[in-house]
């Protein structure tokens, strides 16, 4: 009987029952009950709504549900019963074809009912044929349809069709395995293909809950069975895998169920704000040097590392023929056997594997070199015993073999990566055991510790084939074992109260000494980890056209050896912290810094080295004077280009550039600006004459570009004789995916020109983005506060003021329009974005060129910088 409203009173009551019901749920999951207890409840409550409203249907429609046509089917994760608290149903009316009207007819009343009942409905209408059909041309069709479940209806339909989707599945197993797995791939591309991303997707991200259904759809296709617990009892898990699993699935479940019930609606990304709620949640309250919001994402690692693991094996296996037995093998090294497809030790190698680690590198040389993975069962032996054996004294044979492993560079990422899963490189390192899916709580770093350090590692061997400058210089080390321990441990520091850098000094001499390396090579890590931000640091935030900066880097690193590898350290470093974080601007920095340090430790005679790098580049521009240009004033303007644009200009193009300086005779100011594949971003190049008051150039531009949507990630400014101010910024256009047509760079320039009109008083307007809210979650986190700093040491003449922030639309406007209103004058800056993070430097005096000492007046900077950095976007 319909309702008032139009809604049949089964809609109504169905309803307010999912309502009422996901209310009691959520009661039971506050007092604690399991995930998988919830789920199963809620899928229940769903099951009684479905075959109420579909006797209602049935009733409506005159249906005679006893003629064996028709079937209800849930399939998903609502077939499995694993359905979060708001997440989609999935049904399928599976019918015969003789019963296509009545099934188009019942399907009608019975999807509409369930949606205006409350729940996320995804309905397909579909004969077993037809089903069967489709999830052989479609992975996503094939995965869902796997975990059917029959609600109501025809038993014998429901049989036939998964007779017919089991047994087809298995002759087609190895077409759907690759299918299945090419769209895992896929989306973990999209979701995160390290399970140690720090903003990971619970379902998505490797580990996630998708590795657990990925195992169950390729053991469906296989084997013919989904079922983890039945898979184990057929010998394709062993039981302390299913162990495994089921303990981190009932973690996972429990935690997207709390997700879900806190957003009131679908939500599976654990971003920043998630994971402090979820932290304080979980009981976690923090220790001296550790967030609680690490220690429960360190939690959240570990189980979802040993999901990856297992689901991978398990993949690996399905896709196998039948293994050959044991008894066929090659022997190796007495105690090791090399397969047609793994690795494997005996029974007596096995006992000696789980007790000494040097036995463990010696099999990972075997398999290295023989190109074969360690067999499963071996490798869970293994580490099974080493997350047990308690760190000791390691022998000279163990030495050995870990230092001539750290030599290579060939897979050394991934042998470290393997010794790591192992658990055995902690018995070499054991600072690595602190490290162990440790979180690094900021907007930085985008990995937790232990997975960015390894990575930084496999940044550097990459240089191996690199044609680069750095490619170059890497090749050319002697030795290259000390770059590559100083990379791996560098880090290390981190998750204790004291400064980083200085615990991994500490960590490196003791890893030194652990090793028994030379007292040279021990001086020269402790060194590298030590100071391992020092060349970032200087070349990012300090005036380099100012060779004082040089000097005393100089000074710290001491020699030409120490400083090339801390170069390559710097650049391993900043590559492994995430997607787009070095680009040229900054490796250009980082190579300028080591061209004007190095000419300090080499004796150069006149006419070689450094300065003469610096005076050929300059005679190759003033070569291509044109005729017309007076060649005074060419030379001044050459002459007068900072060191770092030489460096990485290319003549021609440096002369273009100077030559455009010509327009500022008729023009108050001229801007233009150029495509640069390899960092996909614009350069734009403003250059103007400064005379009378000033008129803040600066925050004019950085409005300007703010303003046409334009996110700036690097900025340098210098002066030109006879007051010209040129200003570079390299920048992501947000309106393009790639390079933005001519016409686009062509306005950006005239709008630049137009806000640098002293008459123009306009503010710039910033565009905000379909959706954007004044102010997300992720912004209003405090862990990274804002910071300002002031230097009056470093510079003779000027003052340095350095910001660090998190980034947001207008951050740099708002903060160089303080510096103009606090009558500041601009000299230099540095302007460097790191994913979400800015560090913006800028070289000030006051009106009549002094340091800004008085303290007054500092704190009245800092306060205005503060208000704006916060108040920005």
Known sequence: MAAAGGLPQAVIQSRERLTQGRLKLRAQHDTGSPGLQVCVRLADLVDSIVLDLYQAAADHVGLDQADGQIAIVAHGGYGRRDVAPYSDVDLMLLHSKGASKSAAQLAKHLSQWIVDAGCVLGFSLRTPAQACKLAWQDATVFSSLAESRLLTGSIELFSGYMHGLRQGAKRRSRKIIHAVQSARREERRKFGETVFLLEPNIKRSRGGLRDIQLMRWVGFAKYGECDLEKLSQLGHLTPEEYQVL????????????????????????????????????????????????????????EHTSEISYSSTHFVKNAKSPTQLTHSIGLPVQRDYRVGFRTVWATRSGLERLKRDPAAVLELMSISSRHGKPIEHQTWREIRSAMRDRKITEIDPV??????ELMSQSGKLAEQLRR??????????????????????????????????????????TELEHDKSLLGVMYRKLPSRTILHLALLIHDLGKGFPEDHSEVGRRIAAETADRLRLSAQDKETLMFLVHRHLLLAHTAFRFDLSDNEAAVKFAAVVGSSERLQLLLLLTYADLASVGPGVVNQWKIDLLLQLHYQTDAHFRDDKPGEGFHAEIASRQAAILRLRPQQVDEQWWQDRVTALPIGYL???????????????????????????????????????????????????????????SSQG?????????????????????????????????????????????????????????????????????????????????????SDKQTIITLFAYDRR???????????????????????????????????????????????????IRQRLLQAAQSAG
Not at 755 to 780: H, I, M, S, Y
């Open 398 to 403: 163990t030495i050995e073999r870990f230092l």
């Open 246 to 301: 089921r303990k981190g699935f009932q973690y996972l479940l429990r935690l997207r169920n709390q997700m879900h019930f806190e957003a009131g609606k679908p939500q599976d990304q654990l971003d920043r704000s998630l994971q402090m709620g979820l932290a304080e949640w979980s009981g976690f309250t923090g220790e001296d040097g550790i967030l609680p919001v690490e220690q429960f994402m360190q939690q959240y690692f």
């Open 810 to 860: 207008g951050l740099l406007y708002a903060v160089s329009r303080v510096l103009f209103d606090m009558q500041l004058i601009l000299h230099s800056a540095k302007i460097s974005t790191h994913l979400d993070q800015v560090v913006d430097v800028f070289y000030v005096t006051d009106m009549d060129g002094g340091k800004i000492t008085e303290s007054t007046r500092l704190y009245m």
């Open 710 to 794: 334009m996110q700036i990630i690097a900025a340098d400014i210098h002066t030109q004789p006879d007051q010209i101010a040129w200003d570079r910024f390299l920048v992501v256009d947000e309106e393009f995916e790639g390079a933005p047509p001519p016409s686009r760079i062509e306005s950006v320039c005239q709008k630049i020109n137009e806000a640098l009109d002293p008459e123009n008083l306009k503010p710039p307007v910033f565009p905000r983005k379909w959706g954007q809210k004044v102010k997300t979650a992720e912004e209003e986190l405090n862990i990274q506060p804002t910071q300002v700093r002031f230097d009056n040491s470093t």
């Open 647 to 705: 460096m990485r200009t290319d003549a021609s193009l440096a002369a273009t550039e100077v030559g455009n300086l010509q327009q500022l005779k008729e023009k108050p100011s001229i801007a233009w600006g150029r495509y640069i594949e390899a960092q996909r971003a614009v350069e734009y190049t403003i250059a103007t004459r400064q005379s009378g008051r000033p008129i803040g150039t600066f925050h004019r531009i950085t409005g300007a570009l």
């Open 419 to 460: 010794l790591h899963e192992l658990r055995v490189l902690e018995q070499v390192v054991p600072a690595m055991a602190h490290a162990h899916c440790l979180l690094q709580f900021n907007q930085y770093h985008k990995y937790t510790v232990d997975a960015h350090s390894i990575r930084a590692v496999e940044c550097v």
